[in-house]
């Protein structure tokens, strides 16, 4: 799996992600936080979502982005949501689903 190189601002409701093989994708904000791994939008022991997309404010959007060690990001929300922990392999594949 390719690393993460970049994530950034696109536009008002999408993000660019860059990774180190050359790929780039647009990922919409919403779609970004829905698919959240953190335990409180994931059943960790069914690993069945448990965070329902028609709760989540469509505008949402990450207000911070922070390096976790060389294998992932966190993102802070603007809803105020903070837990999760994205892995770069799940950023590739939430990126490979949108294409
Ligand atoms: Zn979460």
């Not at 799996?1 to 919403?30: C, S």
């Not at 949402?60 to 603007?78: C, D, E, F, M, N």
Request: aromatic share 10%; charged share 30%.
């Amino acid at each position: 799996m390719p690393n993460l190189t970049k994530i950034q601002p696109e536009d008002a409701t999408n993000a660019l992600l860059g990774f180190d093989n050359g790929e780039e994708f647009r990922v919409p904000y919403l779609t970004l936080r829905f698919e959240c791994p953190c335990a409180t939008c994931v059943d960790e022991m069914t690993g069945k979502r448990t965070l329902r997309k028609e709760t989540l404010r469509a505008d949402v959007k990450p207000k911070q982005i922070l390096p976790v060690g060389r294998y992932g990001i966190s993102i802070a929300w603007t809803d105020g949501h903070s837990t999760g922990m994205y892995h770069f392999d799940r950023l590739y594949e939430i990126a490979r689903k949108e294409l």
